[in-house]
Nanobody, 124 residues
Framework: QVQLEDSGGGLVQAGGSLRLSCAAS????????MGWFRQAPGKEREFVAAIRWSFGSTYYADSMKDRFTISRDNAKNTAYLQMNSLKPEDTAVYYC?????????????????WGQGTQVTVSS
């Protein structure tokens, strides 16, 4: 059984940075894609970024690609989301997710496993 554990959220001032972690267990993730999503209060969950685990190739939502960086550490079986120049509108619960296959999918329906989420709050 795949398990994902998100961590690294917190309160940060506008312009600051945070690095989120997603510790994965239950299998190796060769052939999988890992993604990050976020959900702000009253809004739908939206795609942030994804990484093809085997190749390390990345994909971003247009509005975030200049400030956010997704990466993974094979040895630690952990994915990361480095977030820089944070804005109050980045405030949300951030979730990591995984799916079998190397296709990049931006819909939440395309992912099989989810972390519990980690809260990011950006103050102005």
């Amino acid at each position: 059984q795949v398990q994902l554990e998100d961590s690294g959220g917190g309160l940060v001032q506008a312009g600051g940075s945070l690095r989120l972690s997603c510790a994965a267990s239950g299998r190796t993730f060769s052939g999988y894609t890992m993604g990050w999503f976020r959900q702000a209060p009253g809004k739908e969950r939206e795609f942030v970024a994804a990484i093809r685990w085997s190749f390390g190739s990345t994909y971003y939502a247009d509005s975030m690609k200049d400030r956010f960086t997704i990466s993974r550490d094979n040895a630690k079986n952990t994915a990361y989301l480095q977030m820089n120049s944070l804005k109050p509108e980045d405030t949300a619960v951030y979730y990591c997710a995984s799916r079998r296959g190397i296709g990049v999918v931006t819909s939440i329906d395309g992912y099989d496993y989810w972390g519990q989420g980690t809260q990011v709050t950006v103050s102005s």
